[in-house]
């Protein structure tokens, strides 16, 4: 939590500095608001965040058992974030049967709001994210997987295997300026991990990045 710290004591200066030197100043006023507003903002996003982890890991253990039909939320999930996509200049491209796994639905709609996010997010202007659903067969059975293509810069190999970890980021500076955590991706983990699947990420940089998600479905 030790970023946490740092932002209450950033936050503790600029109030100091408007009961003080910029008391009798509006221009210098208006400025050190809008950066409270914006740490008060991240401060707020990180505990929901931390929150949630933490109700996720309770939970890891009670696997769920609630029928979700995949296509259906996924398109969902799209429709939620068109309005980001479109003032990017994206389009997100869902192919794939309906399939139902058992599961958790909000966490499940949590998991793949996240990937299509990040992938907006993180991917190039203009580019077409794509959502992918086919069947697989793995060790522990029938499971279905859930792929989330972009077009982005893609991620060095050597990052890849710390991405679940909490507050990593592969690029800090670039990642609090567009308001994240460093938590979106260890609570999809502990989530997938409470659904008995997994999460795999393949990454070529200079041609994107592949998230995939597996789940059983029995």
Partial sequence: MSRTSCELTALMGFIET???AARDDPKARDMFLG??????????RLVRDLLQLSRVEAEERVRPKEPVELRGLLERVISSLRGMAEKEGDRVELT????????????????FTNLVENALKYGKSGQVVRVTLSAEETVRGPAVRVEVADQGEGIDPIHIPRLTERFYRVDSHRSREMGGT???????????SR????????????????????????
């Fill in 96 to 111: 794939g049967d309906p399939v139902t796994v058992p599961g958790d639905h909000d966490q499940l709609v949590q998991v």
């Fill in 18 to 20: 408007l009961k003080h």
């Fill in 35 to 44: 950066i409270m507003e914006t740490e008060a903002g991240r401060m707020n």
């Fill in 195 to 218: 659904h008995r699947g997994w999460l795999r990420v393949d990454s070529v940089v200079g041609e994107g990045s592949r998230f995939s998600v597996v789940l059983p479905l029995g």
């Fill in 182 to 192: 460093g938590l979106g991706l260890a609570i999809v983990k502990h989530i997938v």
